[in-house]
T-cell receptor
Framework: KAGVTQTPRYLIKTRGQQVTLSCSPI?????VSWYQQTPGQGLQFLFE???????NKGNFPGRFSGRQFSNSRSEMNVSTLELGDSALYLC??????????????FGSGTRLTVV | SQKIEQNSEALNIQEGKTATLTCNYT??????LQWYRQDPGRGPVFLLL?????KEKRKERLKVTFDTTLKQSLFHITASQPADSATYLC???????????FGPGTRLSVLP
């Protein structure tokens, strides 16, 4: 079966712009989590969506937002980009209630560079 | 404060030896602890999970232990191969039903 698909794979944006990243989970997976990965901070949790509702949220400013659609696809948006937002953004999906027991399936990520 | 530490940023071992990676945590009481492998430019790949009431879990050449008293998990790769070279991350559940938090990772290099 197809894995978690993230688009685009690479993105270069200018400071102050906004960006939208997309994630298509594995078919049947209704939970989608987003993580930011940087060399200094490692993997940091952004938020989790389940059945179009945000279920958990990490400690990121309000410039970071997300949503989930009825087909479980998810998008995250970052407004007013800062240089420090340059990172690998990873999406992970899991079947309902099984992520903690069966692990999460990650996409290959979107590499965002803010210049 | 809550913290997850992994023994070292990088670990070099000879092919055929056993690699042992450590994950220590503070001020968490996870029911589940997971281990992932990450290759450069890719997302993490789930390897193994161990529950709080399990002492040890094995999968092929991989073995994970979990000591809730020491607040530590050990991850072993036996008969290591150059193809095992990657970054290994531990992750634990912050609180029941909440997100998993990841350690900083250990970059393992298996030298031929």
């Amino acid at each position: 079966k197809a894995g978690v698909t993230q688009t685009p794979r690479y993105l270069i944006k200018t400071r102050g712009q906004q960006v939208t990243l997309s994630c298509s989970p594995i078919s049947g997976h209704r939970s989608v989590s987003w993580y930011q990965q940087t060399p200094g901070q490692g993997l940091q949790f952004l938020f989790e969506y389940f059945s179009e509702t945000q279920r958990n949220k990490g400690n990121f400013p309000g410039r970071f937002s997300g949503r989930q659609f009825s087909n479980s696809r998810s998008e995250m948006n970052v407004s007013t980009l800062e240089l420090g937002d340059s990172a690998l953004y990873l999406c992970a999906s899991s079947a309902p209630g099984t992520g903690r027991q069966d692990g999460y399936t990650f996409g290959s990520g979107t590499r965002l560079t803010v210049v | 404060s809550q913290k997850i530490e992994q023994n070292s940023e990088a670990l070099n071992i000879q092919e055929g030896k056993t690699a042992t990676l450590t994950c220590n945590y503070t001020n968490y009481s996870p029911a589940y602890l997971q281990w992932y492998r990450q290759d450069p430019g890719r997302g993490p790949v789930f390897l193994l999970l161990i529950r709080e009431n399990e002492k040890e879990k094995r999968k092929e050449r991989l073995k994970v232990t979990f000591d809730t008293t020491l607040k530590q998990s050990l991850f072993h790769i036996t008969a290591s191969q150059p193809a095992d070279s990657a970054t290994y991350l531990c992750a634990l559940e912050r609180n029941y039903g909440q997100n998993f938090v990841f350690g900083p990772g250990t970059r393992l290099s298996v030298l031929p």
